[in-house]
Structures are given as C-alpha cells and as structure tokens.
C-alpha cells in the first residue's frame, strides 16, 4: 500500500539558513508526487509536482524538491529562508489505484526565526 | 482562477444535530474530496466522489455521509455530530491527473 513519512513533525531554521523537509515514500506503482503549503487557518495549496518528468522540480516561492527512485524519497529544499515561509507543509503520493486520490504525510511545520 | 469554495469558515454545532458543510468548485472537475485534519494527525479522506451520484468511503467514514447531486457541488452531513467530529474540514477537487485544489477549510467545534 501507498504511503508517505515526513521526518520531523518540527523544523527550525533562521532566516537566510537552508531549508530542508524530508519526505520518504512507498509505493507499488510508479508514483506522481507533490508538496503543499497550508498557512494558518487556510486551505493547501500547491507548492511543486513530480510526474515522472524531471526528476528536480521547481515549485513556487523558491522552493524546489528532486526525486531520488532508489532512495525513495523527494525532500522540499529552499536556499534560503524567508520569514514568510513559515508554515505547514505536507507531502503527498498518489493512491495505488487510478481514482485521484492522495495519501499525505502528517506534516511538518516549518518555523522561521529572525 | 482556479476556485473551491466553502460554505462556512467556521461553525459551531450542539451535540446530535445534523450538519451540512457545502463545498462548492467551478473547474468542471470530476473528482471532489472531503478531508478532515487534526493535530498530528495529518490529513484523512471520509469521502471521494469521481462523478456525479457516485461516491466512495475514504478512511474514515464513521459518522459521516455525502451527497453529489450536482458535479460542482459536494456536500458532507454529519447525521448526529458528536464532539469527537470537532475539527478542520478540507474539500478539495482535481482531474484525473490528480493535483488537487483546496478550499479554505471549515472549522467545526461540536458542543
């Protein structure tokens, strides 16, 4: 069965530092992949998708992730941090079977400190 | 602008009464979902719909029913609400290509 694992359900960084979320995930079939952001008291919205293209996507707001098949990971990297970047953050796999749906991690909560 | 829309962004019900929370997306989507999120907890699915009149259970589906009467119009219905129903709710709506559209959440606190 499909499923997704984020390590850390809390980072900390300072502004300018690197961030880092890792996600980790199973999969039996070839799997399509994504981040979402969700601010305080808002809906989720799209940061970045794998879809089997490039395997180092690009998202918005300077975030990137890259798919690694042997690893079996796509971790959400951004250079350099900034205030408004603090958040939740969910990662999210395809189900098994074709139906659209999504299985998500249960989050990390990115904290930014001045 | 891609749009879904909530009915209410936040809610307050009494024990045992039935609520209705609206979701509503103007993209022609096939697929809509309901989701609630807790704590911790993440995301879970109660209910997907892939067409109109069509519906499946998600992970959690106890205590809880849709309806799909309309393809752009999916409604969640807690028969009797119960303090563990407390919550955010999340719909959301995508193609078969699955990226899927959030709306901005209700938050239901059940008395």
């Known amino acids: 069965a499909q499923s997704v694992t984020q390590l850390g359900s809390h980072v900390s960084v300072s502004e300018g530092a690197l961030v880092l979320l890792r996600c980790n995930y199973s999969?039996?079939?070839?799997?399509?992949l994504f981040w979402y952001v969700q601010y305080p008291n808002q809906g989720l919205q799209l940061l970045l998708k794998y879809t089997s293209a490039a395997t180092l996507v690009k998202g918005i707001n300077g975030f990137e992730a890259e798919f690694k098949k042997s690893e079996t990971s796509f971790h959400l990297t951004k250079p350099s941090a900034h205030m408004s970047d603090a958040a939740e953050y969910f990662c999210?796999?395809?189900?098994?079977?074709?139906?659209?749906?999504?299985?998500f991690g249960q989050g990390t909560t990115l904290q930014v400190k001045p | 602008d891609v749009k879904v829309t909530q009915s209410s962004r936040y809610l307050v019900k009494r024990t045992g009464e039935k609520v209705f929370l609206e979701c509503v997306q103007d993209m022609d989507h096939e697929n809509m979902f309901w989701y609630r999120q807790d704590p911790g907890l993440g995301l879970r699915l109660i209910y997907f719909?892939?067409?109109?009149?069509?519906?499946e259970k998600g992970d959690i589906p106890e205590g809880y029913s849709v309806s799909r009467e309309k393809k752009e119009r999916f409604s969640l219905i807690l028969e009797s609400a119960s303090t563990n129903q407390t919550s955010m709710y999340l719909c959301?709506?995508?193609?078969?290509?699955?990226?899927?559209?959030f709306g901005p959440g209700t938050r239901l606190t059940v008395l």
């Open positions: 959301a709506s995508s193609l078969v290509e699955y990226e899927q559209f």
């Open positions: 999210a796999v395809t189900g098994s079977s074709n139906t659209g749906k999504l299985i």
């Open positions: 719909s892939y067409d109109v009149k069509m519906k």
């Open positions: 999969s039996s079939v070839p799997p399509y």
